[in-house]
Antibody, heavy 118, light 110 residues
Framework: EVQLLDSGGGFVQPGGSLRLSCVASGFTFSSYAMSWVRQAPGKGLEWVSSISGSGDITYSAASVKGRFSISRDNSKNTLYMQMNSLRVEDTALYYC???????????WGQGSLVTVSS | QSALTQPPSASGSPGQSVTISCTGTSTDIGGYNYVSWYQQHPGKAPKLIIYEVTKRPSGVPDRFSGSKSGNTASLTVSGLQAEDEVDYYCSSYVDNNNLVFGAGTKLTVL
């Protein structure tokens, strides 16, 4: 059974940093691209970033480029999102998802809440 | 990148069919067959119900179907059931390795 377990969310002041993690199980992690998708409270879904199975190719939305960095450790079956220079508008539930910009998000984590506020 | 355009709400009676549209441009929906649809229950993670415009993942009822014409994709839910009353989101690949979602549609079963 595929499982994605998100963690690392929390409360941070504007300009601060957080690192999200997502531990995967139930599939060959290194063979699949992974992504982060966020959802602001009461709002719709927004794609944030994607990384290839090997980790050598990454893509990010313009809204986070230069501030957020996606990475993975295939030896630990773990996906990461380093978030720097956080803004109030980054407040959202962050989901890790198995999938890529051209492949569907067929499995999702439970989400990790990030709150940016002064 | 602007969100794809979905109607905020849609409705139908039990047993009827309802279609939700998702409109983009030639740089996303119109240019590629990488359109997906997700169903989201309140407080839950989204669930994939349609991918590559028309394909259904294993386990998704055939009451759910997808199509595309030009820059507009559509999700049709046939034989509406009370459990279908949740939010639906479309997504599409966009030029230059981006991805965009629609703003979401809340489906009401009357």
């Amino acid at each position: 059974e595929v499982q994605l377990l998100d963690s690392g969310g929390g409360f941070v002041q504007p300009g601060g940093s957080l690192r999200l993690s997502c531990v995967a199980s139930g599939f060959t992690f290194s063979s699949y691209a992974m992504s982060w998708v966020r959802q602001a409270p009461g709002k719709g879904l927004e794609w944030v970033s994607s990384i290839s199975g090997s980790g050598d190719i990454t893509y990010s939305a313009a809204s986070v480029k230069g501030r957020f960095s996606i990475s993975r450790d295939n030896s630990k079956n773990t996906l990461y999102m380093q978030m720097n220079s956080l803004r109030v508008e980054d407040t959202a539930l962050y989901y890790c998802a198995k999938g890529w910009t051209t492949s569907p998000f067929d499995y999702w984590g439970q989400g990790s809440l990030v709150t940016v506020s002064s | 990148q602007s969100a794809l355009t979905q109607p905020p709400s849609a409705s139908g009676s039990p047993g009827q069919s309802v279609t939700i549209s998702c409109t983009g441009t030639s740089t996303d929906i119109g240019g590629y067959n990488y359109v997906s649809w997700y169903q989201q229950h309140p407080g839950k993670a989204p669930k994939l119900i349609i991918y590559e415009v028309t394909k259904r993942p294993s386990g998704v009822p055939d009451r759910f179907s997808g199509s595309k014409s030009g820059n507009t994709a559509s999700l049709t839910v046939s034989g509406l059931q009370a459990e279908d009353e949740v939010d639906y989101y479309c997504s599409s690949y966009v030029d230059n390795n981006n991805l965009v979602f629609g703003a979401g549609t809340k489906l009401t079963v009357l």
